[in-house]
């Protein structure tokens, strides 16, 4: 009996993990926030808005670190595109026209910018259990994924 009821236990709360999941993937507009993530020892915030054409865009809002060994605000001096190369990290549109895939239950069809190494991936994202959203992005067989925490909706 004590085993039949373990075993029902660890059931419901693994549903309850999955459902959790489940609805947070199930609606594109859950994706819009603030949220704070960590990537290669960066500690960054950055926020996710829907546009008018019903696409969403991320963008760097802050770092912990901004400014260089001298002091100078840090620039996104690896991007391939010139004309942006005089932005401020914590000002840098990490992607945008991502759209939700009903389907899926998740957010594609479009690229990540990666400022830490200069270069494009194509870009997916979604919800896990602990609600934390993992972003990945990938070239051809290669691939990236990291979390972010949504500290604001």
């Not at 029902?8 to 609606?27: D, E, K, P, Y």
């Not at 507009?29 to 990537?39: F, S």
């Not at 004309?83 to 992607?95: A, E, G, K, T």
Request: charged share 25%.
């Amino acid at each position: 009996m004590k085993k039949l009821f373990t075993t029902l236990v660890i059931t419901m709360f693994a549903f309850t993990g999955l459902m959790a999941q489940s609805a947070l993937n199930n609606a594109g507009d859950n994706i819009v926030g603030t949220y704070q993530g960590l990537q290669n020892g960066d500690a960054f915030k950055a926020t996710i808005v829907k546009l008018d054409d019903g696409t969403y865009q991320g963008q760097i809002i802050w770092m912990e670190n901004p400014n260089d060994a001298n002091g100078n605000k840090r620039l996104d001096t690896k991007n391939p595109d010139e004309s942006l190369r005089n932005v401020p990290c914590d000002q840098i549109v990490l992607f945008s026209g991502l759209k939700y895939n009903a389907k899926k239950h998740r957010w594609d069809g479009t690229k990540i910018y990666d400022p830490q190494r200069g270069m494009r991936a194509k870009m997916t994202a979604e919800f896990k259990e602990d609600g934390k959203l993992e972003i990945s992005g990938s070239v051809l067989l290669i691939s990236e994924s990291v979390l972010w925490e949504k500290i604001e909706k």
